[in-house]
């Protein structure tokens, strides 16, 4: 907030205003205090029995152990509704929590950043049958900062400490000063999903976010990624698909070896060390290790069992193939050279939907996913038409408000686009 004048010219800056310059209050203990954490069956028929005696929404959250332990399992689970209070639960020597789900059953759950936590809370088989996702409902409303502290300044007038969000949750037992940490993240969100009505609600785009909730809540579970290593950092520098088979040895090798040791494969050796390996294709442990970029925890240790896996590449037949077929269009920078009519839909359409977007105060990639617009820019149906391209959105999974918003928009651009500007 800035002080306001009245116009009339002053000689000297209006002083500002000390509550303007006041620091926020800080949350800093839960209202009830910090709760004991629950690791007993018994302990979890009573979070159970509570919470189903509960009213209202309930708020969910997750701790996860990412860069410390192997996948993405939960290692505290955070639950908060009125009436039950606050449960903190250790999910590591139980489980399973569908007595949790069960005691939810029918309630709405609110989460923030909900598509981060849903996985692993499915592996513990809890799964809502309605949703609230407070960060997304933040981004629709327009809000400039969307974590969750930034939300709850924002719209509740206090701000809330995040110095323990990177931290290693396996850690047994978890510190106080954690669990008060976990306690505060789901304190507030009931009153946070208020307000956040209140702001959707006066901007008409509460049904946007129901519309959006439902599709995180109800999608289907992503397939198998197909050669899962390709996803490995720094590998597009390779262009030898032998180079390729020691990166896909290499990481096959480290993601077993993370899954036994129950640790996150980045700290047995790091992927700029498996490109590097790849690279060179040393034939003995010294070269290995002195490969320039080569490191990690168990660079040294593991190195023998590192040198197999490049052996493995150098004398193996199956060799994988540079790139992977793909139905996804290939990169705008090339659509001019490649498609001229193609980048010019992208070019029209692009600004369209970003004064769109503004004009209905969200980011333009709620407003259309952009991998959606590059789908359907690169290949429109036929013919183009409201009604076709309405369907064409449909079918590659874009929301019915999402289409009410953008499909006359790309009707119009596709139809009639600009002519694309003349290079320099």
């Not at 995040?162 to 304190?187: C, F, G, I, N, Q």
């Not at 077993?256 to 050796?269: C, F, N, V």
């Not at 320039?292 to 004398?315: S, T, Y």
Request: proline share 10%; hydrophobic share 45%.
């Amino acid at each position: 907030m800035t002080a306001q004048t009245s116009g009339k010219t002053a000689p000297e800056a209006p002083a500002a205003d000390p509550a303007a310059a006041a620091p926020l209050p800080v949350l800093e203990t839960p209202r009830d205090g910090v709760p004991l954490v629950i690791d007993t069956v018994a302990g979890l028929e009573r979070a159970a029995r509570a919470l189903a005696a509960g009213t209202g929404p309930a708020g969910v959250d997750a701790e996860r152990a990412s860069g410390f332990r192997y996948g993405q399992r939960a290692f505290l689970v955070q639950i908060r509704r009125e009436g039950a209070g606050t449960w903190l639960i250790d999910p590591e020597p139980l489980r399973d929590l569908s007595i949790i789900n069960e005691a939810l059953r029918g309630v709405e759950w609110i989460l923030h950043a909900s598509t981060q936590d849903l996985p692993c809370l499915s592996e513990l088989g809890m799964w809502p049958d309605k949703l609230f996702d407070t960060e997304l409902a933040a981004r629709l409303a327009g809000l400039p900062r969307v974590g969750l502290a930034a939300v709850i300044e924002s719209l509740l007038g206090f701000s809330l400490a995040k110095e323990h969000s990177a931290a290693d949750w396996s850690t047994r037992p978890l510190p106080e000063p954690w669990l008060r940490y976990a306690a505060l993240d789901v304190e507030v969100l009931a009153e946070l999903r208020e307000e956040l009505i209140k702001v959707l609600e006066a901007d008409g785009k509460l049904e946007y976010a129901e519309e959006e909730f439902e599709a995180i809540r109800s999608a289907e579970p992503a397939p198998p990624r197909t050669d899962p290593w390709r996803r490995t950092s720094g590998m597009h520098q390779l262009r030898d698909r032998r180079q390729l088979a020691a990166v896909r040895e290499l990481w096959t090798e480290r993601e077993q070896l993370a899954e036994r040791r129950d640790t996150a494969p980045g700290r047995l050796i790091p992927d700029s060390a498996i490109v590097a390996a790849a690279r060179a294709m040393p034939s003995t442990v010294p070269a290995l290790l002195g490969t320039p970029g080569f490191h990690g925890r168990a660079a040294q240790k593991e190195a023998p069992r590192w040198l197999r896996c490049i052996a493995a590449a150098r004398d193996t037949e199956d060799l994988p193939p540079l790139h992977i077929p793909t139905h996804a269009p290939p990169p705008p920078r090339v659509w001019a050279r490649n498609d001229p009519a193609a980048a010019a839909r992208l070019h029209t359409a692009k600004p369209r939907l970003a004064a769109q977007a503004e004009r209905l105060n969200l980011p333009v990639e709620n407003l259309l996913t952009p991998d959606h617009l590059r789908r359907i820019a690169w290949r429109p149906p036929t013919p183009i038409d409201l009604d076709t391209v309405s369907e064409a959105l449909r079918s590659l999974g874009a929301r019915e408000w999402q289409i009410r918003e953008s499909a006359a928009i790309l009707t119009v651009a596709f139809l009639d686009p600009d002519p694309l500007p003349e290079k320099e």
